[in-house]
């Protein structure tokens, strides 16, 4: 059964970081390209980052770029965000999501999310 | 950045409506827009891609069309399972960008 399992969330006070990690069951992980998508409270969808399939692609959002790195191990079939620099904005329930390819829409694979919480 | 729209930004519609939700990029881009689902505390769930092509398992009541800029998603019967809020998105290049969501309730 095809899973993805976020963890790493929680509140951390603005300037700290945090790592979240996405834990793939049930596919060849290193077989997809691994996107994070996140969600404000009562917001819409905002695109995060993208990895390609062996970490030597990525892309950012704008509003991150310079503080959060996206990362995956293969050979563990689990993906990273290490967020930097944490402001009070970046409060969001955080996804993984996995695509086909770098060029591909989002597939039906997401995770359950994790809440990020950034307040001092 | 290429911005999304969508509208409207909620409706209400009853059990076996016909329900059409627009979405408009601000440049073309040609095929390249998803469209997904999502209910309360739940994750997205991808409906279309392509513009028009169906992800695995989504009921056929659900279409999609459009190219260019201005795309529609359809539910030709609204069932009670349909009502969520819907988001479109562009891939056609980065940075990705959703729309800001056209949100289906009960009348």
């Known amino acids: 059964q095809v899973q993805l399992v976020e963890s790493g969330g929680g509140v951390v006070q603005p300037g700290r970081s945090l790592r979240l990690s996405c834990a793939a069951f049930?596919?060849?992980?290193?077989?997809?390209?691994m996107h994070w998508v996140r969600q404000a409270p009562g917001k819409g969808l905002e695109w995060v980052a993208v990895?390609?399939?062996?970490?030597?692609?990525?892309e950012y959002a704008d509003a991150v770029k310079g503080r959060f790195t996206i990362s995956r191990d293969n050979a563990k079939s689990t993906l990273y965000l290490q967020m930097n620099s944490l402001k009070p904005e970046d409060t969001a329930v955080f996804y993984c999501?996995?695509?086909?390819?770098?060029?591909?829409?989002?597939?039906?694979?997401w995770g359950q999310g994790t809440l990020v919480t950034v307040s001092s | 950045d290429i911005q999304m729209t969508q509208s409207p930004t909620s409706l209400s519609a009853s059990v076996g409506d016909r329900v059409t939700i627009t979405c408009r990029a601000s440049q073309a881009i040609s095929n390249y827009l998803a469209w997904f689902q999502q209910k309360p505390g739940k994750a997205p769930k991808s409906l279309i891609y392509a513009a028009s092509n169906l992800q695995n398992g989504v009921p056929s009541r659900f279409s999609g069309s459009g190219s260019g800029a201005d795309f529609t998603l359809t539910i030709s019967s609204l069932q009670p399972e349909d009502f969520a809020t819907y988001f479109c998105q562009q891939y056609i290049t980065y940075p990705r960008t959703f729309g800001p969501g056209t949100k289906v309730e009960i009348k």
């Open positions: 999501a996995s695509a086909g390819s770098f060029y591909n829409a989002l597939g039906d694979h």
């Open positions: 049930g596919f060849t992980f290193s077989n997809y390209v």
């Open positions: 990895i390609s399939y062996d970490g030597t692609k990525v």
